[in-house]
């Protein structure tokens, strides 16, 4: 969260400090910039807990991911089997 703050200010905080999730898409999805600072915050945590959880899975396991815009970011082939 500090760093969405630092990158995009206090005003995507609700008063008590949560995450404002619409004032913050409000400002990232209407300018290229500020959608690719954005992205570049969250997609290494995102990326980084999704490695955590597949290396804690079983052997066996079948893992089910939900990934929006999964095609448009060329993404698809990373999968054996997309639904």
Known sequence: LAKLVYAFCSQILL???A???PALAAISFIDEEKRQTLNG???PLVA???SDLIAAAGEDAVIV???PLL???QMA???PLVV
Do not use: A, N, Q, W
């Open 77 to 79: 082939p990373m999968f």
């Open 19 to 21: 995450l404002d999730r």
């Open 41 to 43: 915050i969250v997609h």
């Open 65 to 67: 991911e939900d990934i």
């Open 48 to 50: 980084h807990r999704r």
């Open 71 to 73: 095609v448009e970011s």
């Open 15 to 17: 008063t008590y400090g």
